[in-house]
Nanobody, 122 residues
């Protein structure tokens, strides 16, 4: 069992930045690939970015490539999402997720956090 808790969401003006954090507890954090998803009102949950268990490889959705950066600190059991040049279309609830490998994580994560709201004003 892995528990994931997101933090760092809030209200930001278009063009601004936020950094989200996802703190993990339970089974060893370093076993898992990690990802961020987001869900805007009335829309399906969308894959944003993933990172391998070691942090060696990352995978970004085209919509955030060049603006968002995922990183992890296995010593702190934490994964981060640095979001720059935020736009109103980035407004969503952002969810942290964990999986045993990237293939499964991008489709059917094993664990989910509760989400943190990001709102970008125009």
């Amino acid at each position: 069992q892995v528990q994931l808790v997101e933090s760092g969401g809030g209200l930001v003006q278009a063009g601004g930045s936020l950094r989200l954090s996802c703190a993990a507890s339970g089974r060893a954090f370093y076993w898992y690939a990690m990802a961020w998803f987001r869900q805007a009102p009335g829309k399906e949950r969308e894959f944003v970015v993933a990172i391998t268990s070691s942090g060696a490889d990352t995978y970004y959705a085209d919509s955030v490539k060049g603006r968002f950066t995922i990183s992890r600190d296995n010593a702190k059991n934490t994964v981060y999402l640095q979001m720059n040049t935020l736009q109103p279309e980035d407004t969503a609830v952002y969810y942290c997720a964990a999986g045993v490998n990237i293939q499964l994580l991008k489709t059917t994560p094993a664990y989910w956090g509760q989400g943190t709201q990001v709102t970008v004003s125009s």
